[in-house]
Structures are given as structure tokens and as C-alpha cells.
């Protein structure tokens, strides 16, 4: 087992993530240490698909720990994060009359965590929020931070709060009934983070992503674990610089550089109504163009483009994308300017762990059909 500890700014103290195959065995204990003697009940959020799997087990070791657990279900899929979900579930919160002492345990991926740890935010205020992430997006990127929310009908992640969990417990073997296409999205995530954090965070990832390829390694390895750790305690280290992702800071170190590879997967996955991909398969082409459109502006190098490229290869096969108009997809990123201050600010690279925030004043539109033309036709992303 890996522990990190991770100390926040806006909740006093500091929150654990432990990390570990088998870990969800010891969510019990884990959770008795966070929460001290002031919590009786805790709720477990999930969805059925992952409760099938690792609910009975979570439920077990809670209870066997002295709390009182309850279960809660939402329906599976990014439109079940939604306004009437949300309702549905503070009205079952109230009603079952947990108290501000007590806490809710989300068990799943990004959609149950950013979900469940909204209805944590605003029930009595706030409740505390232990985060089980099951799927690897949730357990390198959306469980670590304090981001939290629901989508509307025309605004993904249009509502939410900022609230920090009291424990996160990230077991690898929950990876193993992971379908391929998730798989495949949260490694495009860790090539994300890689890019923006540092050379060894990113030399670390790619020899993941080959041994994988290559079947020389499991997800349920060492060598694995220390990969999500580093890249936890990267994101946390981020985090803890810009909680509140600052939208007048343009450094290297704010928060805002998470984004990396999303200015166009947004844009992805709003042309083709949410459907159509992953989301971290929409990371996965927005990394290529904007590693594309680095290089072509001037600031990355040939080789840190190959080895991003590269990157996104071994994450395995990308959904064709040759059939969206560029043009198209340009209009969608345009639709973004209102959140942003009148202008799209672009995560863009010097180098392989050193990104600059580029305003689209900087960006030739040209240049910009051209990376898109070249990444959506792209034949390395075919796996
Ligand atoms: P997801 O939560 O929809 O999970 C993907 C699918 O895998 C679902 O069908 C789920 O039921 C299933 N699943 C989960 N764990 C499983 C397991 N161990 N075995 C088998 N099936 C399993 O998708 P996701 O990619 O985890 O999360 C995407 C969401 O995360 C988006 O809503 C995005 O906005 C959000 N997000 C939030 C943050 C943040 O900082 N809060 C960061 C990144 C993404
Ligand atoms: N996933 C980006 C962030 O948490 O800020």
C-alpha cells in the first residue's frame, strides 16, 4: 500500500489517499481513523454496475468497522449526472436523517464522485466525503482536488462546489472489470498529466503504457500503483498551489493546466451530442492537436511531439474521428469564450512538463485547421 498524505488550504488538516490492491478491504479501519468518533452512518453513492462488483465488500468492511451503512443507487451514464439525480438524492439524505457528523462514501467513477461529492458539498452544508474511485480516470485525476458537480441540460459541469474529501481509497484490483474503451480513456488522462508535470512523470507513464501494450505488466502491479501514486501527488501538488483554479493565473504551476487536451475534446464531445466518445478518448485527440499546434507555433520540439504522439498510441485505439468537419469543431471551441473571459485560453507546451497558457489571439487560424485536419485523420491513434 502507497499512503499519501495531502494537506489542503480551504479544509483545515490534511486527507489521506491510500493506495493499494486489496485496499477496499481496509476501508473500514481507513475510514474509522479519517472520520473520528463523531460519525455513526455512512451512505454509499454508486451506481449498480460497480455495486454489483465491490458493494457487498465495501458495505462489510464499513460495518464491521461499527458504522451504520446504507446504500443509495444512481443510474449509470454522464446523463444520470444531472439535476434530477441530485434532487432525488438530497431528498433521500434528509430523509434518512444523516447528521453532520456522518459522511457519504462515493463508489465508482468520475460520474458517481463528482455527483456524490456535490450532494457531500450541500447536504447540512456539508457532510464529509470519503472517495472509492473504481475506473482509472477517477482514481489519477477526478477523485484528488475537490472538484465536484452536476451538468445541465446545455452546460457540462455547469454546477457544482468545491469540497475536499476527508479519504480517498484507490484499489487497483477494482481495474481489473474495467471495459477496454475506460481503460483506454483513463490512460489517455495519465498522458495528460504526464505532459504537463514533469519529464519523469511522463518517461514513468510511457513505460507503463508499454508494458501494458506488451502484456509484460498488469494494472495490478507495483509498478503500477507507484505510477497512480505519482500521479495523485502530482495533481495534489497543483491543487494545493490554485484550489480554486484562479482564472487570473497564467503560470506553469495554476490549476487551469490540468485542462491540458480539453479545449478540444469539449469540443468533441459536444459536436457528437456526448455519445459518441469516451471522454478520455476526447483527451486523447485534444492531446495530439494541441501537441500539434505547440509545435507549430513554435514552442515544442520534434522530438517531445513524437513522443506524445507516441503516447497516445499505446493507449490503445481512439474511435474514428475523420468524419468531423474541422470547421465545425472550430465554431464549438468559439462557444466557450463566454466562460472564459472573452477569449479561449489554449494549454499549450514548451516542452514534455513545461505547459504555457497561450491566449487564441496567438493562434493562427490556420495553423489550427491544420493540426485538427491532421489529428482527426490521425493513423497512429488506430492502436
Ligand atoms: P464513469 O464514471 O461514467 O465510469 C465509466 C463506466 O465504467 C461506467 O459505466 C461505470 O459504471 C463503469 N465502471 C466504473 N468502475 C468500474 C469497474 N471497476 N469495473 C467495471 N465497470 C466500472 O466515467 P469516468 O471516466 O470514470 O468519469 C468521467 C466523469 O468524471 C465525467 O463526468 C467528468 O466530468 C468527470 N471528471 C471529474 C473530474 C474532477 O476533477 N472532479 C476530473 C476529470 C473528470
Ligand atoms: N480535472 C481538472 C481539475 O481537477 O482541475
Known amino acids: 500500500m502507497t499512503r499519501l498524505d495531502i494537506r489542503t488550504r480551504s479544509q483545515p488538516g490534511h486527507y489521506r489517499i491510500e493506495i493499494g490492491a486489496g485496499a477496499l478491504q481496509k476501508l473500514g479501519p481507513l475510514a474509522r481513523q479519517a ?25 462489510k468492511s464499513l460495518t464491521t468497522s461499527g458504522f451504520g451503512a446504507l446504500h443509495w443507487l444512481m443510474g449509470d451514464g454522464e446523463r444520470f449526472k444531472s ?16 447528521e453532520r457528523g456522518d459522511a457519504i462514501v462515493a463508489l465508482g467513477g468520475g460520474v458517481v464522485g463528482d455527483l456524490a461529492g456535490f450532494a457531500a458539498a450541500v447536504h447540512l452544508r456539508g457532510i464529509r466525503l470519503i472517495q472509492v474511485p473504481t475506473t482509472l480516470l477517477a482514481q489519477i485525476d477526478s477523485s484528488v482536488g475537490g472538484k465536484t458537480g452536476i451538468n445541465l441540460p446545455d452546460g457540462k459541469n455547469a454546477v457544482g462546489a468545491f469540497h475536499q474529501p476527508s479519504l480517498v481509497v484507490t484499489d487497483l484490483e477494482t481495474l481489473v472489470t474495467l471495459p477496454p474503451r475506460e481503460l483506454v480513456a483513463g490512460l489517455c488522462e495519465t498522458v495528460k498529466q504526464g505532459a504537463v508535470s514533469s519529464r519523469k512523470l511522463f518517461a514513468e507513464t510511457m513505460s507503463c503504457l508499454a508494458l501494458l501494450r506488451s502484456k509484460k505488466e498488469t494494472l495490478v502491479s507495483g509498478r503500477f500503483e507507484n505510477l497512480i501514486a505519482s500521479h495523485c501527488a502530482f495533481k495534489a501538488s497543483i491543487v494545493s498551489g490554485d484550489e480554486r483554479e484562479d482564472l487570473e493565473r497564467v503560470d ?11 479545449t478540444i475534446a469539449h469540443a468533441l464531445e459536444s459536436l457528437t451530442s456526448y455519445r ?28 517531445d511531439l513524437s513522443s506524445l504522439n507516441e503516447a497516445v498510441r499505446l493507449c490503445g485505439r481512439l474511435p474514428k474521428a475523420d468524419f468531423l468537419e474541422p470547421e465545425a469543431v472550430i465554431r464549438l471551441i468559439g462557444r466557450d469564450k463566454k466562460s472564459v473571459g472573452g477569449s479561449v485560453k489554449w494549454i499549450l507546451l514548451e516542452r514534455i512538463g513545461r505547459p504555457r497558457i497561450v491566449d487564441e489571439k496567438e493562434i493562427p487560424r490556420r495553423l489550427l485547421l491544420r493540426s485538427l485536419r491532421a489529428a482527426l485523420s490521425h493513423e497512429g491513434v488506430r492502436g
Not at 252 to 262: A, D, M, P, T, V
Not at 277 to 285: C, L, P
Open 83 to 98: 439535476l434530477r439525480t441530485i434532487e432525488r438524492l438530497l431528498i433521500f439524505l434528509n430523509r434518512s436523517g444523516l
Open 252 to 262: 506553469s504551476r495554476s490549476r487551469r493546466i490540468l485542462n491540458f487536451g480539453h
Open 35 to 59: 472520520l473520528n468518533g463523531t460519525t455513526r452512518r455512512v451512505i454509499i453513492i454508486s451506481n449498480s454496475t460497480v455495486y454489483r462488483l465491490f458493494g457487498p465488500h465495501t458495505a
Open 276 to 303: 459518441y466518445f469516451r471522454h478520455g478518448e476526447a483527451v486523447g485527440y485534444g492531446i495530439l492537436v494541441a501537441a500539434d499546434l505547440s509545435n507549430k507555433i513554435g514552442l515544442l520540439g520534434r522530438g
